[in-house]
């Protein structure tokens, strides 16, 4: 053998006398194991598999010196064979004290004694044998050793001090080795750690004792730290605990030194105080008083943990929150309540007018109640905000709730106190969060309500809204009579044709129409814009945009009614300003017509072309969403036969219309200059541009009647010109609706002269001036009204 020097066989070393664990054999079992590897300085029980490495332990038990090798395998099963390239080649031999076997498996004490090498192995297969030979023990001891080992002994001490179950372990130690041999206690203390299994093997694999010492030094420091870390987060949790149960128990001491003194109640008489004093300065009637008297008695009855004082302490806590004849002061001045609304909104003058007349009554009253108002129009018109700046103006509380796509009648009502987590209406708890029995409740979206199985909530708001029966509300909850009539309802709708007769009935209805170009202008520059630069953070020296801007993006960006786009598209300019910002802090921005199509693209509307020639009127018709104009054709399709055809998506009521039209026309052609054979011998195509618009309304009778007229006459309408109403069998012009929002439509579309009917003059008279202004107006009461200014 080459390296004979290196290693001890069975004879003396160097003359000196071989120690019992220094005579080892040269062929040795060698068993593996999982988990972790095993070091010399190591006694500790292992536990394997009897069906699998029983016969490795039989043989063992055979020989005379009861020693076994055993090598780390790592992610192996216990149950396990493991291939042969699989065991490292360097191992541990170790005596083998006390095999027993139970339930299937063998167990026995190990005590380590030396590292073995592999050099060949004999039996390839479980059980493994081999022929080794054994490195030598510990190296040369030098200074920088002993150094190691100080370091080594202090790191094991400060360990033991920051954690005490390592002390056993280094008894043991101590019991068995000399401190001043390094090797045994480098592998003591790398054993005590709990490094990972494949760190642990690069230790034992590590046969120079300064290199091995540095590494355990290295995982001693991080045991510690780890230690360290475990004790910080216990010590962390127990003081946390400590503290709880110290103030725990102090509490306890103190409720029961208070309850012995007569310094305090318990929970059940604290709470039925509570309630009681909830009731004083509170004017409750006589009924609910008696109600609540009765409840207060059966809760002092009462066991805490019964189920029924739950449900009762609840129903308390609702009918204490009332506020019982709880009143706000309001505030009847004028000029305040006209500076409020001129503040918040722009334009709207008819609208702030009425709302004015309407607190002018309550000031002379020296009250307001019984009132229910109903604000109409297009979304984004400001219905919502003028219901705030209302309650702003009376100095009264204001509370608001959206009841579109309501479908149980029970957020109105209440619901039974039978029912587990039963709950007042919506009205109770709007009382209850103001405080007050007089606020402004805004009920938002009224014309969207639904119903289901569950209920009608719109048959619900009758008795709501209605100011003889809400006196005496009678919430399902409670069960006791409110009285609402010193409530200011206000309800908000886009259209009318969805809410219930007897309820639209018992509201006072304002309308509010679409702004026009300059009403928008002045809202943008006022409201709008300044709001966006505020939420935004941008200041109005660094951003700027002018009148013409602002114009242009209402012109051909946002022509509906409301402002609620007009606003979003403010704000996307703004959001481009702050990029730019962003990349250059110092720079200001001027937005001009010319930077809107960076911004915010391509106009969405252009500029309207008015469709002209003959059969060819332009008509004015109203939708949820405003005004609009609404051309009709008639054409002759073949002279054949007689015939009359629709198109255009029309409703039961247009084709109605069309249909009167058309026996006018017919009835009446010679009447007004045509031929009277002229629709026996023709077909006739009536239809309504962009088919894919549903269009209903009683309007379009006169518009119709007049492009057969055109056709007729073969005569066409040489000037921009629209009209609106309906027509009956004999010429009579009937009014209509939607007046305003009709004429705002002709004039977006640059068309100033109308002709409407003659009992809607007064609606157009109540026009503002600047929507008048430049308008010409014709009233028809006959048709022939409408024919001698359209043809004559």
Request: proline share 5%.
């Amino acid at each position: 053998m080459d390296d004979k020097q290196e290693f001890i066989g069975k004879e003396e070393h160097d003359g000196k006398l071989a120690l019992p664990d220094d005579i080892l054999p040269d062929h040795l079992l060698v068993l593996p194991v999982n988990g972790r590897p095993f070091f010399p300085a190591q006694v500790q029980p292992i536990i394997i598999s009897a069906d699998v490495w029983g016969e490795t332990l039989k043989r063992v038990a055979k020989t005379e010196h009861k020693l076994l090798g055993i090598a780390f395998v790592d992610d192996k099963q216990a149950d396990e064979v493991p291939h042969l390239d699989d065991i490292p080649l360097i191992g541990c031999v170790v005596r083998v004290h006390k095999v027993q076997v139970e339930d299937g498996q063998v167990q026995f004490i190990a005590q380590g004694i030396r590292r073995f090498r592999v050099l060949e192995w004999v039996h390839k297969k479980a059980p493994f044998s081999a022929h080794v030979h054994y490195p030598q023990k510990g190296g040369e001891f030098t200074d920088e050793t002993k150094a190691y080992a100080l370091a080594i002994i202090n790191a094991i001490k400060e360990l033991v001090a920051i954690n005490p179950l390592y002390s056993e372990d280094l008894k043991h130690y101590l019991n068995r080795f000399s401190p001043n041999d390094p090797s045994p206690l480098t592998d003591f203390a790398a054993a005590i750690t709990t490094a990972e299994g494949p760190v642990l093997q690069g230790v034992l694999e590590t046969l120079p004792l300064q290199k091995r010492m540095e590494k355990v030094l290295m995982l001693l420091k991080k045991e510690i730290e780890v230690a360290r870390l475990q004790v910080e987060i216990n010590q962390s949790v127990n003081d946390s605990i400590s503290k709880h149960q110290r103030e725990f128990f102090l509490k306890e001491q103190l409720k029961t030194i208070q309850k012995e003194l007569g310094l305090s109640k318990d929970d059940k008489t604290a709470e039925i105080e509570e309630f009681e004093q909830r009731l004083e300065g509170k004017t409750v009637p006589a009924d609910a008083r008696k109600r609540i008297d009765e409840e207060l008695h059966k809760l002092q009855m009462l066991e805490v943990g019964s189920p029924e004082y739950g449900v009762t302490r609840n129903y308390l806590d609702w009918a204490t929150n009332v506020p019982w004849g709880v009143y706000s002061e309001d505030s009847f001045d004028l000029q305040h309540a006209r500076e409020t609304l001129d503040a918040h909104h722009s334009g709207l003058d008819d609208v702030k007018q009425r709302i004015l007349e309407f607190l002018a009554v309550g000031s002379y009253k020296k009250e307001i109640s019984g009132s229910i108002m109903l604000l109409a129009g297009p979304p984004g018109v400001g219905k919502t905000s003028i219901g705030r700046s209302v309650a702003d103006a009376l100095g009264r509380k204001f509370y608001r709730f959206s009841v579109g796509g309501m479908r149980d009648e029970a957020e109105i009502k209440g619901h039974r106190r039978t029912y587990i987590g039963a709950l007042p209406g919506k009205l109770i708890q709007a009382l209850k969060d103001v405080e007050v029995a007089n606020p402004v409740i805004m009920l938002d979206e009224i014309d969207k309500l639904g119903s289901s199985y569950q209920g009608d909530p719109a048959s619900a708001l009758l008795e709501v809204l209605d100011p003889e029966q809400n006196k005496e509300f009678l919430d399902h909850y409670l069960d006791l009579r409110v009285d609402l009539s010193k409530v200011l309802f206000i309800c908000t709708a886009n259209q009318l044709d969805t809410i219930p007769g007897p309820l639209l009935d018992r509201m006072d209805m304002i309308r509010l129409s679409g702004y026009i170009t300059e009403e928008k202008l002045a809202i943008a520059k006022n409201h709008l814009w300044p709001r966006v630069l505020e939420r935004t953070g941008l200041k109005k020296t660094q951003v700027k945009i002018s009148d013409a801007t602002l114009k242009a993006i209402i012109e051909g960006y946002a022509r509906e009614s409301g402002v609620r786009n007009l606003e979003k598209l403010l704000q996307q300019i703004a959001r481009k300003c702050v990029v730019r910002l962003l990349e250059d802090p110092k720079q200001k921005i001027s937005v001009t017509q010319k930077d809107l199509m960076e911004f915010i693209g391509s106009p969405v509307f252009r500029a309207e072309r008015i469709l002209s020639g003959t059969g060819v009127v332009t008509g004015l018709a109203w939708t949820a969403m405003g005004g609009a104009t609404l051309p009709i054709e008639a054409a002759v399709v073949h002279q054949q036969n007689r015939g009359f055809k629709l198109t255009g998506k029309l409703g039961e009521v247009m084709k109605e219309s069309a249909e009167i039209a058309y026996s006018f026309a017919t009835g009446h052609a010679s009447s007004f200059g045509g031929d009277e054979a002229f629709f026996d011998k023709r077909f006739i195509h009536l239809h309504v541009p962009e088919g894919a618009t549903p269009k209903d309304g009683p309007s379009a009778g006169v518009t119709m009647t007049t492009a057969l007229m055109s056709l007729l006459l073969n005569k066409r309408i040489k000037r921009p010109l629209a009209m609106t109403g309906e027509l009956t069998l004999t010429g009579q012009v009937l009014p209509v609706g939607g007046i305003r929002e009709k004429v705002i439509a002709a004039r977006r579309s640059k068309i100033y002269e109308v002709i409407l009917p003659q009992a809607n003059r007064s609606d157009y008279e109540e026009l503002p001036e600047h929507i008048r202004q430049g308008m010409t107006a014709h009233f028809a009461e006959k048709y022939q009204d409408v024919f001698d200014v359209v043809f004559n």
